[in-house]
């Protein structure tokens, strides 16, 4: 039996949010793909790049630690090249 493959590509809310100092983000990919998570703080210059590689098809989880940044707003970005998606998250300390 296989194991069900996503029907399209999708970025979840991070969990939890607000946060203190980690999160996770829950990503899909329908097909295999080149994906970039990146966070941007509010002027838009980008944080940090989470993960940058081809995956699978399927259902994925990221962690994020962002104990050596101050609170604030920040925006995270699922890039592939048949996908983009942006969403907003809060670190509270």
Do not use: C, H
Not at 21 to 31: A, G, R, V
Not at 63 to 69: I, R
């Amino acid at each position: 039996m296989t194991a069900d493959v996503p029907v399209s590509y999708s970025l979840s809310q991070n969990y939890p949010n607000p946060f203190n100092p980690s999160t996770t983000i829950k990503f899909s990919l329908p097909e295999k793909a080149q994906v970039s998570i990146i966070i941007y703080n509010q002027l838009g210059q980008k944080v940090t790049e989470l993960l940058r590689a081809d995956k699978e098809a399927g259902d994925y989880q990221i962690e994020w630690n962002a104990s050596n940044l101050p609170s604030g707003v920040y925006m995270y970005e699922m890039r592939t090249e048949k996908f983009s998606s942006i969403k907003k998250l809060i670190l509270m300390k």
